[in-house]
């Protein structure tokens, strides 16, 4: 099945529109004196809400709120976000917060504050300034236009190097469907700066049950893919807005060409946000796919795939640009998954390195050493064992990712 | 219950003596050109032998054959020790290696080859030159001594600082029994330099069944329950070598009066070096106990604890000396144990920084913050749901570790 979609290489920045969404950004002043920290995505018309949420048992305030809205299936409009301020661990006065947010934004606005969503980034355990957000509202409706959205995603960065965007477009009943995904790292890495947040809008035409599946399926091959150090936090939130104003004839079934289609393109969009994340992982200067093949199951290859993913001593040697595959069974070995030692085999692009779970020799690991150079590779591990298989990307760990870490609040 | 023991720092190191048991080190030339890379330990009659060893489903050729060895419950005369090669990932001729090793060392000590262990820490995936252990055992033969222990614990060290040895003494039927050990570290966290290796040799009189169920109990309380990477290593071993030549009335039960004192002053000496090889991790600057108390099982604290303890945020923060509870916090909610967000509170040593899950203010935040700028010292999660608890030991992760793990083979 060919890639019938429009991709965000194809069209310029400015000319991206996703009908009936505004945005604006603005500086509020939470944390960040010299940019922009308050943004706001805004339906004219009542859309779908779909949205996957941290694991973390510890959830932040915005969070419980998002999952409570997203779950009585009702239309939302508006989704606020902050950067500087996770508002994390702040008990009853964090819900508090949440609450007279979406007060300030349904006032502001003229929505219903059930219609509000919110997001915040930032550090842990420091109360929302919600004065602020009520001070910036005026401004930030003014500046309210279709195509502000490199805006946007700049004002929800917080550690990272430069603002996600993607695009896809697709055509269904002959109708333009755009998709525009904003999101913000550096992962589960951000120093106490917690979290990862994306944010998808669409202006299809689908019912919320299939938009929720799209999404759930959608980020448990991209975001939930990813791995920078680990460290899940405690605000990580995905939001896919759609409403409708494509005006094809709603996607009401899985199983329709219709939804075939939109998904493939949702999934690209999906999929290209989380590599930026990885790409802008703290420190981070390799790019790496960790491919597990020849599993007995896709989960114990996504197990294995994470181990190796997560080890410091392999991403150590990533940094180092050493292909140092012992490490790389030894991270194998600890996974609590079904292998064999004597029948795994390791590549490095297409260095073959490892066979049977011994070295094939000086030549080929010096060939695999120059693989090591480049930004981006892929690491093969095929335990010999079946046919399930997973990938995770992940990144390497650098002295500077220590740095940022250790020094951030200092 | 006092403890009756002389510790290492009670008796000077030249002077310590375990009966019976005789060691030496000198240089093979594996990969160190300017240090002994080869040791050995000796009992002059057949010792009990206890051990356990690495989980990881990948292990090292020594560490299968010591299994067996131990399972087969038959005495032992001495460990051969080798430094720069691991003996992982080296398939059947790994095995007829260390074949060919336990040959050469019981001829050359005229013992049986079924009395010989066999230990190596180094590369992985590299082969064990048996002509250099050869060709070196007639000058270990010429040097063993009953007081070369510094030499033994100083040929075993790869990226380790310093030599570990701990030493107790404890009387049992008025003999004087003499627990020596000696390990290597640093923890899991040597670069491809896999492993934790420990051998203890003790002049003690008792059943090897309780020899071995005291070692692995006391492995659960020190080398399980230290974590510097996270990483397990291929070739992690411990040995406990008992030889009776104290001539006690052999300690026949675990329930015994005797057997208490004895466990006492063993469980002392695997904890003191388990703590050496946290100190000694590499790039570490601080030495940190992460307690979890309030859980509603020992196992779930001990659960919560690792994933603090290995969270690279907490370890990096750590480092900054910024008492960052917002990451601590973050981990415990990542873990997949019983937890309610607001009933934990957090303690740096003494200092009480979160209550219900939330920060109890900027004064105490600060009060941490010196706690901190200490070498050692204690983080303490108190879930406040149970009364179980556990301890894990852990170090910081500095730029440090990455350049050594980097740049370890370039």
Chains 1, 2 share one sequence.
């Not at 048992?57 to 409570?68: I, M, N, T, Y």
Request: a neutral charge; proline letters at 2%; one cysteine or more.
């Amino acid at each position: 099945m060919g890639r019938s979609t429009k991709s965000a290489a194809d069209v310029k920045l400015g000319e991206i529109r996703v009908r009936g969404f505004l945005g604006a950004a603005t500086r509020a002043g939470f944390k960040y004196r010299d940019r922009d920290d308050l943004a706001i995505i805004f339906s004219e018309k009542p859309a779908r809400a779909a949205g996957v949420f941290t694991l973390n048992k510890v959830k932040a305030a915005p969070v419980l709120w998002c999952h409570e809205i997203i779950t009585r299936n009702t239309p939302v409009r508006a989704i606020i976000i902050n950067s500087g301020v996770a508002n994390a661990c702040t008990g009853t006065r964090g819900y508090l917060d949440v609450a007279t947010t979406t007060n300030h934004v349904a006032g502001a606005f003229k929505i219903k504050k059930s219609q509000v969503l919110v997001a915040s980034t930032g550090v842990i355990g420091e109360f929302l300034d919600t004065a602020l957000i009520e001070k910036a509202l005026p401004e930030l409706k003014k500046k309210l236009s279709p195509n502000s959205w490199h805006d946007v995603a700049s004002a929800i960065m917080t550690t990272d190097t430069f603002p996600k965007i993607d695009y896809a477009r697709v055509n269904i009943n002959s109708k333009q469907i755009n998709i525009l995904g904003l999101a913000k790292g550096a992962g589960m890495i951000a120093p106490n700066m917690a979290t990862m947040l994306a944010f998808v809008i669409t202006d299809v035409a689908i019912h919320q049950n299939i938009l929720q599946e799209l999404t759930r399926a959608g980020a448990a091959q991209s975001f939930n893919r990813i791995t920078v150090d680990g460290d899940t936090s405690t605000n990580d939130t995905l939001i896919v807005l759609a409403n409708g104003a494509a005006g094809n004839k709603a996607i009401a079934s899985v199983d329709s060409d219709d939804c075939e289609r939109f998904r493939e393109a949702l999934n690209g969009v999906l999929f290209n946000l989380s590599q930026m994340i990885v790409k802008d992982g703290e420190g981070a200067t390799k790019h790496v796919e960790i491919r597990v093949i020849g599993a007995v199951s896709d989960r114990e290859a996504e197990k294995i795939a994470f181990t190796v993913a997560n080890s410091p001593l392999v991403k150590t040697a990533i940094h180092g640009e050493d292909a140092n595959w012992g490490r790389i069974i030894a991270a194998v070995g600890r996974s609590d998954a079904t292998i064999d030692p004597s029948g795994i085999s390791i590549y490095f692009d297409d260095v073959w390195v490892v066979n049977e779970g011994m070295s094939r020799g000086k030549k080929e690991e010096k060939a695999a050493e120059e693989v090591l150079k480049r930004n981006h590779f892929v690491i093969t591990v095929d335990l010999g064992l079946g046919t399930s298989h997973a990938s995770v990307f992940t990144c390497d760990l650098s002295p500077e990712y220590v740095k940022i870490n250790a020094e951030y609040r200092s």
